[in-house]
């Protein structure tokens, strides 16, 4: 899968189309708060390409302005990593965070591709005013990611998908809501994993369920998982059975959560 292939299925307007190449020192000089997070820029992306520019004059979408955020643009970037990131057991790390930088320098609501071999990253999120910093933008929350094809459970899943994220099928009242269809698409895909099938949300309350069920179902895994370790390396019998006590407990906690996906 290539970015072009995701691009290309969300049926964006040539209204809106940019076609760029964005300089690497400006992420550099803009997202970079460490020597490290420089230096990771610098070794790790071979280009960056801003594809697309979505404003209401480009695309029809109203601007979105409150006391917490304005949205008034969404961009939609293609990053291409070197080779040297296309191996490695740190490779997801590097690529979580090298997604991060690139939504922190940019002032805008990002529709990020990152390109590494056959794997395409894709990944949003949502932007706020700093509460101490006038004038300075934030993240809000995650950034909401997945990789593709690896976190499609299917071909189907992967399809049904690429189909959710047309432009046209996402709210067109406002670009708040329009980036939130998007976002709701990528929680519909993890949840997929779960589940079994690929379905997209009848209303943004169900979409709002999702994700919390979503969240729900991270932070039972991770205390299963630690229950789990912890029994294993426990010498006591007495502490052991209390540990796959509390292990099937979250178990079924777990499934419950799976449930409200």
């Known amino acids: 899968m290539t970015p072009q292939d995701i691009v290309l299925a969300l049926g964006l307007p040539d209204s809106c189309r940019v076609d760029q190449r964005v300089p690497k020192k400006l992420l550099v000089e803009n997202g970079a708060p460490t020597a490290a997070d420089k230096r990771q820029i610098n070794d790790d992306i071979e280009e960056i390409q801003w594809v697309a520019a979505l404003k209401p004059n480009t695309i029809g979408v109203a601007e979105y302005r409150d006391d917490v955020r304005e949205y008034v643009e969404i961009a939609v970037l293609t990053v291409t990593l070197r080779g040297s990131l296309k191996e490695g057991d740190d490779k997801p790390a590097k690529v979580a965070r090298l997604a991060e930088l690139v939504h922190r320098a940019v002032p805008y609501p990002v529709l990020l591709l990152l390109h590494s071999g056959q794997r395409v990253t894709l990944s949003l999120a949502h932007k706020r005013w ?3 910093e006038a004038g300075k933008v934030v ?10 094809p ?12 690429t189909q959710a994220l047309v432009l046209t099928s996402q709210p067109q009242a406002m670009l708040f809501g329009l980036y939130q ?18 379905k997209a949300a009848d209303s943004p309350e169900q979409a709002a369920a999702r994700r919390q069920a979503l969240q729900e179902c991270e932070r039972l895994e991770l205390e299963a998982t630690r229950l789990r370790t912890q029994a294993a390396k426990e010498k006591q019998l007495a502490r052991q059975v209390e540990l796959n ?3 099937k407990r979250v178990q079924a906690q777990l499934a419950a959560a799976r449930q409200q996906l």
Request: hydrophobic share 60%; charged share 10%.
């Open 130 to 132: 700093a509460q101490n």
């Open 139 to 148: 993240l809000d929350g995650g950034v909401a990611s997945i990789a593709l």
């Open 150 to 161: 690896d976190d499609a459970l299917s071909a189907a899943a992967l399809s049904a998908f």
């Open 181 to 198: 269809g998007w976002m709701d698409s990528v929680q519909a895909l993890l949840a997929a994993r779960l589940t079994g099938t690929f």
């Open 245 to 247: 006590l509390a292990l």
